[in-house]
C-alpha cells in the first residue's frame, strides 16, 4: 500500500477558503489502535469553529486536520486490538477534543473509540452518527435524565444534534416539544416529535410552559428564554458553549439546573445509539454530501444553517 494520502489542511485561521487538500503521510496504528480507511466524515459546529478562530483550543495553532465523525472501514489493526479485524465496516468518533484528522483517507484512532456500523445505514449516514449523536445521548441519558413522560423541549431541532435528540428523546419515551423552520415540521413530526414550534413566528413562553428538560443547540438568549419554561427541579443542557455568570446565577436562584455539557467518546453509548438504529428508531439525516476536496464548499453550506440534519464529506473508494 502507498505511504501517502489526502487529506484537507490549513496553514492558517480564517474562512473556508483556507481549507486545502494535500499530500500527505499515512498513520500508522499504534498500540491498541486501529487504521480506518475512510469512507465519509462528517462536518460538525466545532469543524468550522476550530477552522475559523481555534475554537475549543484543544489542536493549538495550525496546521493541523479537522474532523472526528468517521465511517469507514478497518484497514488495519495495532498490537492488542481484539475488538475489530481488517474489512471490518465501523463508525466512530476518535479522540476528541484532541486532533483526530477525519479529513483524510486514513485515520487512526483508539479500537474503542469505534463500533461496528449499522447495516442498515450507507457510510454517509453512519458518518453523521457518532458526534451529534453521542451529544444527543449522553445530554438525554447521562446530564438531563428525563423520565418517560416527562416533556422535553428540543431547541434547533432540524440540526445535526436535534434532529437526533428527538428521535432518541420519543425512543424513551418522553413528550418531545421542537422548535425548527415551519419547513421542516413534518419531518420532525416524523421523527417522534409531538409538537413543533416556529420560534420566528411565536412567543416560546405562550406556546410552551413547565417543561422538564431542555435540549438547547442554540446559546445565547435561547437559554435566558427557556429558563421562564423550565420547571423548578427541571434541567437545561446548553451545547454551544458555558452560560455566562448572569444566567447561572439566576438558574440557581430559581431552583432549576443549567449546565454546559461537551461530549466524549464513549462506546458504550455508540452501541446504545446502533441499538436504537437497529430497530428502526434512529436514523441519521444527511443534508448534503462533498468529495473531501470540496471541504471548503460543506463548511460554507454548513455554517450557513437551514439545512435539515447533517454535511458530510465523501470519499470514493478504489
Not at 442498515?120 to 449523536?133: C, H
Not at 452560560?243 to 452501541?271: H, I, N, W, Y
Not at 471541504?295 to 455554517?303: I, V
Amino acid at each position: 500500500m502507498t505511504r501517502q494520502m489526502i487529506a484537507v489542511t490549513q496553514r492558517r485561521f480564517g474562512d473556508p477558503g483556507v481549507l486545502t487538500a494535500v499530500s500527505t503521510e499515512r498513520p500508522e496504528p499504534g498500540l491498541g489502535e486501529i487504521l480506518v480507511r475512510v469512507h465519509a466524515a462528517g462536518v460538525n459546529p466545532v469543524d468550522w469553529r476550530t477552522r475559523a478562530d481555534g475554537g475549543l483550543g484543544t489542536l493549538g495553532r495550525p496546521p493541523f486536520v479537522l474532523g472526528w465523525d468517521v465511517a469507514g472501514t478497518v484497514e488495519a489493526t495495532g498490537p492488542g486490538v481484539t475488538l475489530f479485524e481488517p474489512g471490518d465496516r465501523v463508525m466512530g468518533m476518535p479522540r476528541f477534543p484532541h486532533e483526530a484528522g477525519a479529513y483524510a483517507e486514513f485515520v487512526t484512532g483508539p479500537a474503542r473509540h469505534f463500533v461496528h456500523a449499522p447495516e442498515r445505514l450507507s457510510s454517509a449516514e453512519a458518518a453523521a452518527l457518532p458526534l451529534a449523536g453521542l451529544t444527543a445521548w449522553q445530554a438525554l441519558t447521562d446530564t438531563a435524565v428525563p423520565r418517560v413522560g416527562q416533556h422535553v423541549l428540543i431547541h434547533g431541532a432540524a440540526g445535526g444534534v436535534g434532529h437526533l435528540a428527538v428521535q432518541i428523546a420519543a425512543a424513551r419515551g418522553a413528550k418531545v416539544t421542537a422548535t425548527a423552520r415551519t419547513a421542516h415540521h413534518e419531518q420532525l413530526r416524523a421523527m417522534g416529535a409531538d409538537e413543533v414550534i416556529d420560534y420566528a413566528d411565536t412567543e416560546l413562553a405562550a406556546a410552551v410552559a413547565q417543561v422538564d428538560t431542555v435540549i438547547d443547540t442554540v446559546g445565547g438568549a435561547c437559554t435566558t428564554r427557556s429558563l421562564d419554561i423550565l420547571r423548578p427541579g427541571g434541567t437545561l443542557v446548553t451545547l454551544p458553549g458555558p452560560p455566562c455568570e448572569a444566567v447561572s446565577r439566576r438558574a440557581r436562584q430559581t431552583g432549576k439546573r443549567l449546565l454546559f455539557m461537551l461530549v466524549e467518546p464513549d462506546r458504550t453509548g455508540l452501541l446504545a445509539l446502533t441499538d436504537l438504529v437497529d430497530r428502526g428508531q434512529l436514523t441519521p439525516a444527511v443534508a448534503a454530501a462533498f468529495p473531501l476536496a470540496a471541504a471548503a464548499q460543506a463548511h460554507l453550506l454548513a455554517e450557513a444553517g437551514g439545512q435539515f440534519g447533517k454535511t458530510v464529506l465523501e470519499i470514493p473508494q478504489p
